[in-house]
Antibody, heavy 123, light 107 residues
Framework: QVQLVESGGGVVQPGWSLRLSCAASGFTFSTFGMHWVRQAPGKGLEWVAFIRYDGSNDYYADSVKGRFTISRDNSKDMLYLQVNTLRAEDTAVYYC????????????????WGQGILVTVSS | DIQLTQSPSFLSASVGDRVTITCRAS??????LAWYQQRPGNAPKLLIY???ILQSGVPSRFSGSASGTEFTLTITSLQPEDFATYYC?????????FGGGSKVEIK
């Protein structure tokens, strides 16, 4: 079955960087677009970034553009989110999510989600 | 950016009740809308996509409809496991956006 497992979260100080990872299994990773979505404590969902199945294109929310970079390694079935210059408002659970359909160049509905990883930005 | 306004943000209902949640888009998104359910401590789950198509495995008591820029999620005969927060999401334009959520609690 489809599994998405995030890792790399933790407590960091403002201005620091982290790399979040998402290990995928149970499907042909290289054929699906992937997303990062975050949820601040007690708040709603916020889409963060998308990367095309072949890694040739990506999109970002305005709130993270220029600070976050989504990437993938299809040879390792891994999705990444490099988060730089962290701010207190980046504190959230970060989820990776998989598109519903394969081989599409544009974001699809989020059919599968990981369990999430908490990033806390605090001095 | 396309804003999605959900209502109500909170509702109290009983098992067996019929529940309706509305999501209004700030501009036309045709049918590029999904509904997700999130139970406390869990990741969201896709319920409905393309405004009215039930995701495989989702009980038929869930349904979605659309009228212009207004979208509706209906749960007929609410079950104990349906007490959760529901989010709408649009995929018409980037940035993808979610509604603020509608929390369904037990009366």
């Amino acid at each position: 079955q489809v599994q998405l497992v995030e890792s790399g979260g933790g407590v960091v100080q403002p201005g620091w960087s982290l790399r979040l990872s998402c290990a995928a299994s149970g499907f042909t990773f290289s054929t699906f677009g992937m997303h990062w979505v975050r949820q601040a404590p007690g708040k709603g969902l916020e889409w963060v970034a998308f990367i095309r199945y072949d890694g040739s294109n990506d999109y970002y929310a305005d709130s993270v553009k220029g600070r976050f970079t989504i990437s993938r390694d299809n040879s390792k079935d891994m999705l990444y989110l490099q988060v730089n210059t962290l701010r207190a408002e980046d504190t959230a659970v970060y989820y990776c999510a998989r598109d519903r359909l394969p081989h599409t160049g544009y974001p699809q509905y989020f059919q599968h989600w990981g369990q999430g990883i908490l990033v806390t930005v605090s001095s | 950016d396309i804003q999605l306004t959900q209502s109500p943000s909170f509702l109290s209902a009983s098992v067996g009740d019929r529940v309706t949640i509305t999501c209004r888009a700030s501009q036309g998104i045709t049918s590029y809308l999904a509904w997700y359910q999130q139970r406390p401590g869990n990741a969201p789950k896709l319920l409905i996509y393309a405004a009215s198509i039930l995701q495989s495995g989702v009980p038929s008591r869930f349904s979605g409809s659309a009228s212009g820029t207004e979208f509706t999620l209906t749960i007929t005969s609410l079950q104990p496991e349906d007490f959760a927060t529901y989010y709408c999401q649009q995929l018409k334009t980037i940035p993808l956006t979610f509604g603020g959520g509608s929390k369904v609690e037990i009366k």
